[in-house]
């Protein structure tokens, strides 16, 4: 685990002695920080983590979370003064078209200025994300990271992005593969394009991996999103392990990601199958809150998310094999068995779903 | 793969600004011997002069098998297509007219030419389609998934499948389609550089396709460079490189103005109705589901790489810049102003004790 000098500003969450005694040297780390509110936290190695919740040591990391600004900025060439042009920058940039876009839709300046900013404030704070195995992706090169999908919404998937951004040492991008339907909605359809998705479909795949992306995959599709509060961290059905063609094609390496939280955030109760159709959406969800309480419904209850990658699975010796059924359904079985059990582990490390 | 001196060479579509330009360079081509323009129509005053060392026919395609046996040809140019309909020429009947039944009457004469040994046809990305489950990035095996509803786009499907039948019959014909995004430059005149060049440009809400263009210079280039060597096949001719339609608009100082989908093509059918040139259901779907191609195989074929969709684009800004709203420039003084603002506003507050 690697805790980079921006990131190590705010005391570690766990009650290890370890942790506790790292606190004041982090607390001086805090004054020098320039960037914006960095998107970290301290992630401390796995064995730590069975140590279980406690309140005090929560309210102690709200105070020193983010430098407040200076009342009035007074000295010539300071951190806001630098913010304000960078942002001014920013802007020009952004409305004189001066960017660019990747033959996919991909706009790295959006994403990294706009959208994972905002997505860390779910990731960090919201969902208090804990990340594991994060060596188990490649530093540059190819992967296909294929992950359990759930949550009514799928946040699970931008948060495994901002993760992956977030805690890889070069901050790099998951290029996600959504449902055809996402791209049919307009503005969804678009954000998903600027934030680096594509429709999964196998060309799109195979041209992301032979450009070296590491590419996020979840083959349960929409059974896996709309599957009620009852069957949870039950994975479903893998299709028929197109993503599995892909990286053989490809020769990359398939690295499962088990995602723990997710499921909580919006508990499906019941599946209102007719208004579903009618509105031609796969589902139409019933959760404690939506629609109970309107745009309030809308809001993800706070659970408590545990991300771990497993070691990549090497396809690179079955690169011939890619059109056999056998070989394929074997592999798509390998990964989907080793995510099942990882997502056990997983929840026995968290007893209360929404634990700190 | 160089072939010997090409004897006659027939260009189809001498009348509009791709025709007239490739048959001019041809003509001016010494390895090349005679270039005769056939187009129904007289050349615009503006191109006139180009056609100075090129024989003209007026006919339609129908008239194609007389004139491509007499002059014994040797290469068939086809670049006479209509990609939007012309209200004062009869519209969309006479687009498709124009463009499967003119190309229909071509191929025929082209089959029973003797002499014949190459085509060169024009088509476009078009030929992909246009659907929500469409890859990102069309190679040129890529079939398309639906039926589009453009007129244009839909002849470009029948086209191609005449052309395919044509390469079946005459073997010994080597047949080169080139599927062109849509051209730009500082001199043209299409459909979508006078959509640029409003001040206010509508655009579909809550889409931002992706776009490429070609540069018209490389079209011409590559066209002349299909006729004099042998490139058999079906390539896709663009620049490389993405724009997305918002940033296209900014980048040449335009304002955006986004209309609901259903409405964009409302009006398109409307303006089609009360007889003005405007925007297909073609233009609609482009602006809807973008349209991004690879060119790896021109590239390699061609051994020539058209200027990238951002440059192409650059050099039609630079040619426009009179109807721009928001300029670079003035963007930049913004931004120097609001800093200035900051800074003396704060030396304001340090003066007080």
Same mark, same amino acid.
């Given at each position: 685990m690697t805790d980079d000098q921006g990131r190590a500003d705010r005391p570690p969450r766990k009650t290890t002695h370890k942790a506790v005694r790292r606190t004041p040297a982090q607390k001086t780390n805090g004054t020098s920080r320039t960037g914006l509110p960095a998107g970290g936290f301290t992630v401390d190695p796995p064995i730590a983590n069975g140590s279980g919740p406690s309140s005090h040591q929560h309210n102690g990391h709200k105070p020193s979370s983010g430098p407040l600004p200076p009342a009035v900025a007074d000295e010539p060439g300071d951190v806001w003064d630098d913010r304000v042009a960078k942002g001014l920058a920013f802007l020009r940039r952004r409305l004189a078209g001066d960017y660019e876009v990747d033959e996919f839709g991909f706009d790295a300046e959006l994403t990294d200025k706009v959208f994972l900013p905002l997505l860390r404030l779910l990731y960090r704070d919201w969902f208090r994300t804990e990340v594991f195995g994060v060596e188990n992706l490649p530093v540059d090169g190819p992967a296909l990271v294929v992950g359990n999908h759930s949550g009514t919404v799928a946040l699970d998937a931008v948060m495994l992005a901002t993760a992956l951004n977030d805690r890889t040492p070069n901050h790099r991008h998951l290029r996600l593969l959504g449902a055809d339907l996402v791209f049919r909605m307009p503005i969804v359809s678009e954000l998903a394009r600027k934030s680096g998705g594509t429709v999964a479909c196998n060309p799109d795949a195979e041209r992301l991996l032979r450009g070296g992306e590491l590419v996020g995959v979840f083959p349960e599709g929409f059974k896996g999103v709309g599957k009620q509060y009852a069957q949870r961290y039950k994975l479903q059905r893998f299709g028929r392990g197109g993503f599995v063609s892909a990286a053989l094609r490809t020769g990359t390496p398939i690295v499962p990601a088990a995602i723990v939280g997710a499921e909580e955030i919006y508990p499906m109760l019941a599946d209102i199958k007719p208004l579903a159709r009618l509105l031609g959406i796969p589902y139409f969800p019933v959760t404690p809150t939506f629609p109970w309480l309107g745009p309030l419904g809308l809001l993800p209850l706070p659970s408590k998310w545990l991300i771990e990658f497993s070691p990549p699975i090497p396809t690179a010796h079955l690169t011939d094999q890619a059109d056999d059924p056998l070989v394929v359904f074997n592999l798509a079985d390998q990964v989907r068995e080793t995510i099942q059990q990882t997502l056990h582990t997983l929840l026995e490390r968290r007893p209360d779903p929404f634990g700190r | 793969m160089r072939s010997r001196p090409t004897g006659s060479v027939v260009v189809t579509g001498v009348s509009r600004f791709l025709g007239a330009h490739v048959a001019a360079r041809l003509a001016a081509d010494g390895r090349i011997g005679r270039v005769v323009g056939l187009d129904p129509h007289a050349p615009p005053p503006e191109f006139a002069h180009l056609l100075d060392g090129v024989e003209q026919v007026r006919g339609d395609a129908g008239s194609a098998s007389t004139v491509i046996a007499d002059l *014994?040809? *040797?290469?068939?140019?086809?670049? +006479?297509? +209509?990609? +939007?309909?012309?209200? @004062?020429?009869?519209?969309?009947?006479? !687009? =498709? *007219? @124009?463009?499967?039944? %003119?190309? !229909?009457?071509?191929?025929?004469?082209? @089959? =029973?030419?003797?002499?014949?040994? =190459?085509?060169? !046809?024009? /088509? /476009?990305?078009?030929?992909? %389609?246009? /659907?929500?489950?469409?890859?990102?990035v069309f190679t040129e095996d890529t079939e398309p998934r639906e039926v589009p509803r453009g007129g244009f786009a839909r002849d470009i499907l029948d086209i191609e499948g005449y052309v395919r039948g044509f390469r079946r019959r005459r073997t010994d014909v080597t047949a080169t389609v080139l599927r062109f995004t849509p051209f730009i430059g500082s001199g043209t005149d299409t459909m979508l550089t006078r959509y640029f060049a409003r001040p206010v440009v509508p655009t579909v809400l809550g889409r931002d396709p992706r776009l490429q263009f070609l540069h018209i210079d490389d079209a011409i280039e590559i066209v002349h460079r299909a006729v004099l060597d042998d490139h058999p096949g079906t390539f896709n001719v663009a620049g490389a490189g993405v724009l997305s339609l918002s940033q296209a608009i900014r980048r040449a100082g335009r304002i955006p103005v986004p209309v609901i989908e259903p409405g964009l093509s409302a009006a398109s059918n409307l303006v089609r109705n009360l007889g003005r040139s405007g925007y297909g259901l073609d233009q609609v779907d482009l602006f809807v589901h973008g349209r991004v191609v690879d060119t790896t195989k021109l590239v390699q074929e061609f051994d020539y790489t058209p200027r990238t969709t951002a440059d192409a684009f650059d050099d039609f800004v630079a040619g426009h810049r009179g109807g721009a709203v928001l300029r670079r420039e003035q963007l930049a003084l913004a931004e120097r102003a609001i800093l200035d603002g900051i800074r003396q506003a704060r030396a304001t507050v340090q003066e007080k004790p």
């Open positions: - | *014994e040809a *040797e290469a068939v140019v086809h670049l +006479a297509l +209509a990609t +939007a309909p012309d209200p @004062q020429n009869g519209g969309r009947a006479a !687009m =498709k *007219e @124009q463009n499967v039944i %003119g190309t !229909m009457h071509l191929l025929a004469a082209c @089959q =029973k030419a003797p002499r014949l040994r =190459k085509l060169v !046809m024009r /088509s /476009s990305t078009a030929a992909y %389609g246009a /659907s929500f489950r469409d890859p990102a």
